[in-house]
């Protein structure tokens, strides 16, 4: 008992710590982790085997199986240089290795050892019956018969053993067989090659599974042998008939595609791909999946058939490719007769099984991609059969084919993705020809969409002309049903990334698109109103798209310019006078030849002038009042006055707030487009007037102040804004212009709201906002219980007794108290609406905040680089901002804008010099810094703290720049901030002192180092 808990120990010890210590002696690792090949011995082997050398084949041989192709190369080459280096070994050495080592070794499953096996004998044949002929010099008795026989007697797979060694030993002799077909020692003498034949014939016959394996080494073998030799073998094939299957179509075409001029048998078929033997060729390709039972009849295997294509494929495949390299027109005119004939009659017809189909796909997509550079092979591939079948199966999810018909449809994809050339001749096919006009719609993909991404300026022409019919009643469609795809079409090619002409814009693939898409939206008469209202969202989204890419405002503009709609009789003269009026100005902004001092500030002033005629063309009232506004502007940026900038930039300011309000996603990225050209502009009564309404109640009397409107209409309109917008919106989805919000996930909400960094003041306010629910709830339960003479369950204990049950009212009693209740919810009702309309005004202003900081951060980003001074002022108003707002989101932004503005000004800060620091207004900075430590004073929560505090060293660093007396009256502001804090007089974060010590310590270590610097230097 003790022997066997003793012996159990070292058992495992054993087997735990031997892989461990063998790997650290033979294999140690390497710093990256890989294994490092230790130096093999390569002296010749013994014919006499001592325990070193039995220790020195096993490991030899145990690395041949490795499944590391390093070691297993390493491995070959010490066996080979073992048995043939220098004299070589003796015959019964080689012999041994032959009969016990390494022919055997085929037969064996292991790891890798057929491929490291069959590497050792390729080079052994080579050497013994190859050009060296060792053979016939040093081995007289080691015949080419005697070694195949070897091959034959270790691998037989004769007698009752289990199926698995039955099958490795067939894999064995068909590796073997390899080895004789690669050493290219078969062909020299034909006798051998014939034997070779039909053995590889025999092994082909035992099991359905060997035979494409086994007419594939004959394809290998044709590569090397002479016209004579593959005349006969092909004669051979033909009277086995072994030319009617997949093996022998694939052996015919690789000798003749070798051997063009070669006699070839004339039965069954001179050339499988001509054109007299098509109608044999589909049954045997077909054919791949069935097995000869024992009474030699056909049964088709179930459940068996393989997603791997047959070899087959390959050299049709490779026999197309080499005609079209010569000639596409003529590879075309052969290839188009064979693919209907066999593939899409054979593979695709109506009795063809699901296999077959499945088949068929794969063999579409590697025609697909192996024909991609060749448009005309490309274009037979969509056939009709094939055509039919992949709509079908690609519509919904149930059917049997439809993740190979979906995986077709992303080959295709891909295919035009790596050859954007393509995409003309794949639409025709999919929207044409075998195809259908509304492709995605009809197989429940985004097809279609996604390849009109693929479009470029050499191929948009060819693809407007594939989905802009000059004939509508071609497109199978309805009119309406026609209108609303192409719409969709060109809202996708209005999308799509593509370089634009330098020499014409509106050349671009955007360009083109939204030329047209405008056009069949506002000019088509042939358009009903209900798909042009359709259209024109598409077009205003589109336009929403281009503004983001200011090398596509030419093509928005020339869109705009090539609306010819005509006015009717009852629409406003005035007003279609005003809108002239504009398009003369437009086409005035867009003259080249303008000053191009002004180039971008007239291209920015362009984009707003398109904007409010499309918004004319849309019908929105308040385009007139826009066209005035603009007006003033173009005359203000075309006047002599334009220098100084006199009055533009507050027209400009008070025009962009207008535009911000609205519920557009369009007006919207026009507005920052604008901004961003006019920020150098900006005077500090227009940044007055753009920080103002940060300051307004989040209330309807905010609201009111905001917008100075009483119409409800516009309010409602404002509230349905977008909070932040959504920049990353799934093109496929952006259907409307419209910005739709989720005040629940903004945060923007009453119940949401938080005072910035102070979670308490949500708390409180939360439930101030409960109490003030129940008390509600409260007084309509004890309105009702006065009118109905009634009381809540929770009150039967203070309820007084009645024995009065109502029954007994009288009509007019109950007249009486249905009036009463009816008035009751009256005023419910109307005290709902008023808590709404106080939730709707509050979005609204938060929304028209939101905006408001996109404008500044613009300014910040441009005008803190430029270290413009007036960008200081934008710091004040978005603290205020922080401190008063109840939407938490609203804080957060603003207090990234002033980090924003800190990072922005560390970089710029950098370039300062003499002539910028005299440009600063020292004094104002000096007012602004002390209005920045006041208002430290006036929130103690850590995130405002953190937010001035960044605010308040920015100012700090270009006054220490400036000169030592601001630098001074710097360091005593900060010291006076810090005495009232230890007198109790204010509360200031920690923080706020804390990073003034810490920037304080980073630039004493850097004038330290710069100071060390220049002394080394000198010295």
Same mark, same amino acid.
């Given at each position: 008992?003790?022997?066997?808990?003793?012996?159990?120990?070292?058992?495992?010890?054993?087997?735990?710590?031997?892989?461990?210590?063998?790997?650290?002696?033979?294999?140690?690792?390497?710093?990256?982790?890989?294994?490092?090949?230790?130096?093999?011995?390569?002296?010749?082997?013994?014919?006499?085997?001592?325990?070193?050398?039995?220790?020195?084949?096993?490991?030899?041989?145990?690395?041949?199986?490795?499944?590391?192709?390093?070691?297993?190369?390493?491995?070959?080459?010490?066996?080979?240089?073992?048995?043939?280096?220098?004299?070589?070994?003796?015959?019964?050495?080689?012999?041994?290795?032959?009969?016990?080592?390494?022919?055997?070794?085929?037969?064996?499953?292991?790891?890798?050892? %057929?491929?490291?096996?069959?590497?050792?004998?390729?080079?052994?044949?080579?050497?013994?019956?190859?050009?060296?002929?060792?053979?016939?010099?040093?081995?007289?008795?080691?015949?080419?018969?005697?070694?195949?026989?070897?091959?034959?007697?270790?691998?037989?797979?004769?007698?009752?053993?289990?199926?698995?060694?039955?099958?490795?030993? =067939? +894999?064995?002799?068909?590796?073997?067989?390899?080895?004789?077909?690669?050493?290219?020692?078969?062909?020299?003498?034909?006798?051998?090659?014939?034997?070779?034949?039909?053995?590889?014939?025999?092994?082909?016959?035992?099991?359905?599974?060997?035979?494409?394996?086994?007419? +594939?080494?004959?394809?290998?073998?044709?590569?090397?042998?002479?016209?004579?030799?593959?005349?006969?073998?092909?004669?051979?094939?033909?009277?086995?008939?072994?030319?009617?299957?997949?093996?022998?179509?694939?052996?015919?075409?690789?000798?003749?595609?070798?051997?063009?001029?070669?006699?070839?048998?004339?039965?069954?078929?001179?050339?499988?791909?001509?054109?007299?033997?098509?109608?044999?060729?589909?049954?045997?390709?077909?054919?791949?999946?069935?097995?000869?039972?024992? /009474?030699?009849?056909?049964?088709?295997?179930?459940?068996?058939?393989?997603?791997?294509?047959?070899?087959?494929?390959?050299?049709?495949?490779?026999?197309?490719?080499?005609?079209?390299?010569?000639?596409?027109?003529?590879?075309?005119?052969?290839?188009?007769?064979?693919?209907?004939?066999?593939?899409?009659? *054979? +593979?695709?017809?109506?009795?063809?099984?699901?296999?077959?189909? @499945?088949?068929?796909?794969?063999?579409?997509?590697?025609?697909?991609?192996?024909?991609?550079?060749?448009?005309?092979?490309?274009?037979?591939?969509?056939?009709?059969?094939?055509?039919?079948?992949?709509?079908?199966?690609?519509?919904?999810?149930?059917? =049997?084919?439809?993740?190979?018909?979906?995986?077709?449809?992303?080959?295709?994809?891909?295919?035009?993705?790596?050859?954007?050339?393509?995409?003309?001749?794949?639409?025709?096919?999919?929207?044409?020809?075998?195809?259908?006009?509304?492709?995605? /719609?009809?197989?429940?993909?985004?097809?279609?969409?996604?390849?009109?991404?693929?479009?470029?300026?050499?191929?948009?022409? $060819?693809?407007?002309?594939?989905?802009?019919?000059?004939?509508?009643?071609?497109?199978?469609?309805?009119?309406?049903?026609?209108?609303?795809?192409?719409?969709?079409y060109l809202f996708r090619l209005s999308s799509a990334l593509s370089d634009p002409d330098e020499t014409n814009p509106t050349k671009s693939v955007p360009g083109t698109a939204i030329h047209l898409l405008t056009e069949?939206?506002?000019?088509?008469?042939?358009?009903?109103?209900?798909?042009?209202?359709?259209?024109?969202?598409?077009?205003?989204?589109?336009?929403?798209?281009?503004?983001? %890419?200011?090398?596509?405002?030419?093509?928005?503009?020339?869109?705009?310019?090539?609306?010819?709609?005509?006015?009717?009789?009852?629409?406003?003269?005035?007003?279609?006078?005003?809108?002239?009026?504009?398009?003369? %100005?437009?086409?005035?902004?867009?003259?080249?030849?303008?000053?191009?001092?002004?180039?971008?500030?007239?291209?920015?002033?362009?984009?707003?002038?398109?904007?409010?005629?499309?918004?004319? =063309?849309?019908?929105?009232?308040?385009?007139?009042?826009?066209?005035?506004?603009?007006?003033?502007?173009?005359?203000?940026?075309?006047?002599?006055? @334009?220098?100084?900038?006199?009055?533009?930039?507050?027209?400009?300011?008070?025009?962009?707030?207008?535009?911000?309000?609205?519920?557009?996603?369009?007006?919207?990225?026009?507005?920052? /487009?604008?901004?961003?050209?006019?920020?150098?502009?900006?005077?500090?009564?227009?940044?007055?007037?753009?920080?103002?309404?940060?300051?307004?109640?989040?209330?309807?009397?905010?609201?009111?102040?905001?917008?100075?409107?009483?119409?409800?209409?516009?309010?409602?309109?404002?509230?349905?804004?977008?909070?932040?917008?959504?920049?990353?919106?799934?093109?496929?989805?952006?259907?409307?212009?419209?910005?739709?919000?989720?005040?629940?996930?903004?945060?923007?909400?009453?119940?949401?709201?938080?005072?910035?960094?102070?979670?308490?003041?949500?708390?409180?306010?939360?439930?101030?906002?409960?109490?003030?629910?129940?008390?509600?709830?409260?007084?309509?339960?004890? $309105?009702?219980?006065?009118?109905?003479?009634?009381?809540?369950?929770?009150?039967?204990?203070?309820?007084?007794?009645?024995?009065?049950?109502?029954?007994?009212?009288?009509?007019?009693?109950?007249?009486?108290?249905?009036?009463?209740?009816?008035?009751?919810? %009256?005023?419910?009702?109307?005290?709902?609406?008023?808590?709404?309309?106080?939730?709707?005004?509050?979005?609204?202003?938060?929304?028209?905040?939101?905006?408001?900081?996109?404008?500044?951060?613009?300014?910040?980003?441009?005008?803190?680089?430029?270290?413009?001074?007036?960008? +200081?002022?934008?710091?004040?108003?978005?603290?205020?901002?922080?401190?008063?707002?109840?939407?938490?989101?609203?804080?957060?932004?603003?207090?990234?804008?002033?980090?924003?503005?800190?990072? &922005?000004?560390?970089?710029?800060?950098?370039?300062?010099?003499?002539?910028?620091?005299?440009?600063?207004?020292?004094?104002?900075?000096?007012?602004?810094? *002390?209005?920045?430590?006041?208002?430290?004073?006036?929130?103690?929560?850590?995130?405002?703290?953190? &937010?001035?505090?960044?605010?308040?060293?920015?100012?700090?660093?270009?006054?220490?720049?400036?000169?030592?007396?601001?630098?001074?009256?710097? @360091?005593?502001?900060?010291?006076?901030?810090?005495?009232?804090?230890?007198?109790?007089?204010?509360?200031?974060?920690?923080?706020?002192?804390?990073?003034?010590?810490?920037?304080?310590?980073?630039?004493?270590?850097?004038?330290?180092?710069?100071?060390?610097?220049?002394?080394?230097?000198?010295?």
């Amino acid at each position: 008992m003790g022997g066997k808990r003793k012996r159990a120990p070292k058992e495992s010890s054993h087997a735990e710590a031997q892989p461990s210590q063998k790997r650290t002696k033979n294999a140690p690792e390497t710093p990256n982790g890989t294994t490092k090949a230790k130096k093999l011995d390569k002296s010749p082997f013994t014919e006499q085997l001592t325990v070193q050398e039995r220790k020195r084949e096993l490991e030899l041989y145990e690395l041949l199986g490795s499944e590391d192709a390093a070691e297993r190369l390493q491995a070959a080459d010490a066996i080979v240089s073992g048995l043939l280096g220098g004299e070589g070994v003796s015959e019964p050495v080689l012999l041994r290795h032959l009969n016990n080592r390494l022919f055997r070794g085929l037969a064996s499953g292991r790891n890798a050892s %057929r491929l490291g096996f069959s590497l050792v004998l390729t080079e052994i044949l080579g050497q013994l019956f190859g050009e060296k002929d060792l053979a016939s010099e040093k081995y007289p008795e080691l015949t080419f018969d005697k070694v195949l026989g070897i091959l034959i007697e270790k691998t037989q797979a004769g007698g009752n053993v289990p199926g698995q060694e039955e099958r490795d030993r =067939y +894999f064995g002799q068909l590796f073997g067989i390899e080895c004789f077909v690669r050493s290219g020692i078969l062909f020299s003498d034909k006798r051998r090659w014939l034997a070779m034949l039909d053995l590889v014939l025999g092994l082909g016959q035992k099991k359905s599974w060997l035979k494409s394996q086994c007419g +594939f080494v004959i394809v290998q073998a044709i590569s090397q042998m002479k016209k004579k030799l593959a005349e006969k073998t092909l004669q051979k094939l033909a009277e086995e008939g072994y030319a009617k299957t997949p093996e022998g179509v694939g052996i015919w075409i690789a000798a003749l595609d070798r051997f063009p001029d070669m006699d070839v048998p004339v039965q069954p078929w001179k050339n499988p791909l001509a054109a007299a033997s098509l109608q044999a060729l589909p049954p045997v390709l077909k054919d791949s999946g069935k097995e000869k039972n024992e /009474q030699g009849g056909q049964k088709l295997k179930q459940g068996n058939w393989s997603a791997q294509l047959h070899f087959v494929w390959d050299l049709i495949l490779a026999h197309y490719l080499k005609l079209a390299a010569k000639n596409e027109v003529d590879a075309a005119t052969e290839f188009k007769p064979f693919w209907n004939r066999v593939v899409d009659e *054979g +593979f695709f017809s109506k009795t063809s099984s699901d296999t077959q189909k @499945f088949s068929g796909f794969m063999i579409f997509q590697k025609m697909l991609e192996g024909t991609a550079e060749y448009p005309q092979l490309v274009a037979i591939l969509f056939s009709k059969n094939l055509m039919a079948c992949l709509i079908n199966q690609s519509a919904r999810e149930d059917r =049997y084919l439809h993740r190979a018909a979906l995986k077709s449809l992303k080959g295709t994809e891909t295919a035009v993705e790596k050859h954007p050339a393509l995409l003309p001749t794949v639409l025709r096919q999919l929207l044409s020809e075998h195809g259908v006009y509304n492709f995605d /719609q009809k197989t429940s993909t985004k097809t279609v969409d996604k390849l009109l991404q693929q479009t470029r300026n050499s191929t948009v022409k $060819a693809v407007l002309k594939l989905v802009n019919l000059k004939d509508a009643s071609k497109s199978g469609l309805e009119m309406d049903a026609y209108y609303q795809t192409l719409g969709n079409y060109l809202f996708r090619l209005s999308s799509a990334l593509s370089d634009p002409d330098e020499t014409n814009p509106t050349k671009s693939v955007p360009g083109t698109a939204i030329h047209l898409l405008t056009e069949l939206a506002y000019s088509n008469e042939a358009v009903s109103l209900s798909i042009k209202e359709a259209l024109r969202t598409k077009c205003t989204a589109a336009f929403s798209k281009l503004c983001r %890419r200011p090398e596509d405002f030419g093509s928005l503009c020339a869109a705009i310019l090539s609306i010819e709609a005509k006015r009717g009789e009852d629409d406003d003269e005035a007003a279609w006078a005003a809108m002239v009026q504009a398009y003369e %100005r437009l086409k005035e902004l867009l003259d080249p030849a303008a000053s191009e001092e002004t180039a971008a500030q007239r291209q920015a002033l362009a984009l707003l002038h398109a904007v409010g005629i499309l918004q004319f =063309y849309n019908e929105d009232p308040d385009s007139i009042e826009l066209f005035d506004e603009l007006e003033e502007c173009y005359n203000k940026l075309t006047g002599a006055d @334009f220098a100084e900038g006199e009055g533009t930039s507050e027209f400009l300011v008070e025009i962009l707030l207008a535009m911000v309000a609205r519920p557009s996603s369009l007006m919207r990225q026009v507005s920052q /487009q604008v901004f961003e050209a006019f920020t150098s502009l900006i005077s500090a009564d227009a940044l007055k007037l753009l920080t103002e309404p940060l300051t307004a109640e989040e209330s309807a009397k905010g609201q009111q102040a905001l917008f100075s409107t009483e119409d409800e209409d516009m309010a409602d309109a404002e509230a349905s804004d977008a909070e932040d917008g959504s920049d990353g919106e799934d093109e496929e989805e952006l259907d409307s212009d419209v910005e739709i919000v989720d005040l629940e996930d903004a945060g923007s909400d009453a119940d949401d709201a938080s005072d910035a960094g102070s979670e308490g003041g949500a708390k409180d306010k939360a439930t101030a906002q409960a109490n003030m629910d129940q008390e509600a709830l409260d007084a309509l339960d004890n $309105a009702l219980a006065e009118v109905l003479q009634s009381h809540r369950l929770d009150q039967d204990a203070d309820a007084p007794s009645s024995d009065d049950d109502g029954s007994d009212m009288s009509d007019s009693e109950m007249l009486a108290v249905d009036q009463k209740l009816a008035e009751i919810f %009256r005023h419910r009702a109307k005290t709902t609406s008023k808590k709404k309309e106080r939730k709707d005004a509050k979005e609204t202003v938060v929304n028209f905040k939101h905006r408001v900081l996109d404008l500044l951060a613009i300014l910040v980003k441009k005008e803190v680089a430029a270290l413009n001074p007036l960008a +200081f002022d934008v710091l004040l108003p978005l603290l205020e901002l922080v401190r008063n707002t109840t939407a938490k989101p609203l804080a957060n932004k603003a207090s990234e804008i002033v980090a924003t503005f800190a990072k &922005t000004l560390k970089k710029a800060r950098g370039g300062l010099d003499q002539k910028t620091a005299a440009s600063f207004d020292t004094d104002a900075l000096m007012e602004l810094l *002390g209005a920045l430590h006041d208002e430290a004073t006036k929130d103690p929560s850590h995130a405002f703290g953190r &937010t001035v505090s960044t605010a308040s060293l920015a100012v700090a660093s270009i006054l220490c720049a400036v000169g030592r007396p601001q630098r001074e009256a710097v @360091f005593q502001l900060y010291a006076q901030s810090q005495m009232k804090l230890y007198e109790g007089k204010v509360k200031i974060q920690q923080a706020f002192f804390l990073d003034w010590l810490n920037w304080c310590q980073g630039h004493a270590s850097t004038a330290a180092a710069q100071e060390g610097t220049a002394a080394m230097e000198k010295d």
